[in-house]
T-cell receptor, first 112, second 119 residues
Framework: EDQVTQSPEALRLQEGESSSLNCSYTVSGLRGLFWYRQDPGKGPEFLFTLYSAGEEKEKERLKATLTKKESFLHITAPKPEDSATYLCAVQAGSGGYQKVTFGTGTKLQVIP | EAGVAQSPRYKIIEKRQSVAFWCNPISGHATLYWYQQILGQGPKLLIQFQNNGVVDDSQLPKDRFSAERLKGVDSTLKIQPAKLEDSAVYLC?????????????????FGAGTRLSVL
């Protein structure tokens, strides 16, 4: 069974204090990894897709990287508006159907 | 471009009652997903439709949950009878395609969800 584990469960940062969120996975036949942001009372919002080990993507203060076993979401000099829950999801499988499995998320709080 | 629409936003019912949720996906999206998200957890896939056919319903509690997608567009998810443990947010998402090799087409766009409280 595919497993996706995110750590830490919660992270509290001072504004400007850089850090990283981790997403480790055990799947058969990884096809890709997605990062989403979820604000309270809203559905997840797409951030990045990573397809293969070594790939990196950036958007403003966020940078996502992928290895064969895990992905990191690096947050550089965060601002209070970056406070949210960050979810990763992996798409894996062979043949015509590749299932998407979500992790439990990391709740990030950035304090002014 | 309009996003994924869900209704109602909130619903409070008593256990053993029935409830239905409605979802209208983004126009042109072939794949529709229903997720259950319990507080503090990640979304758990309940059912995935490709057009109006079911691709995956392995985690749908079929003794009480049912879903349909008529004409490959709108979808409804029903719970009958509801249990206390069904209290959660029910999210609907859509993507251009859910089984293609090109992952860009598999990006899921989510609605705001329906928060269900079962008392």
């Amino acid at each position: 069974e595919d497993q996706v584990t995110q750590s830490p469960e919660a992270l509290r940062l001072q504004e400007g204090e850089s850090s990283s969120l981790n997403c480790s996975y055990t799947v058969s036949g990884l096809r890709g990894l997605f990062w989403y942001r979820q604000d309270p009372g809203k559905g997840p919002e797409f951030l990045f897709t990573l397809y293969s080990a070594g790939e990196e993507k950036e958007k403003e203060r966020l940078k996502a990287t992928l290895t064969k076993k895990e992905s990191f979401l690096h947050i550089t000099a965060p601002k209070p508006e970056d406070s949210a829950t960050y979810l990763c999801a992996v798409q894996a499988g062979s043949g015509g159907y590749q299932k998407v499995t979500f992790g439990t998320g990391t709740k990030l709080q950035v304090i002014p | 471009e309009a996003g994924v629409a869900q209704s109602p936003r909130y619903k409070i019912i008593e256990k053993r009652q029935s409830v239905a949720f409605w979802c209208n996906p983004i126009s042109g999206h072939a794949t529709l997903y229903w997720y259950q998200q319990i507080l503090g957890q990640g979304p758990k896939l309940l059912i995935q439709f490709q057009n109006n056919g079911v691709v995956d319903d392995s985690q749908l509690p079929k003794d009480r949950f049912s879903a349909e997608r008529l004409k490959g567009v709108d979808s409804t998810l029903k719970i009958q009878p509801a249990k206390l443990e069904d209290s959660a947010v029910y999210l609907c998402a859509s993507s251009l395609t859910g089984t293609g090799v090109k992952l860009a087409k598999n990006i899921q766009y989510f609605g705001a969800g329906t928060r269900l409280s079962v008392l």
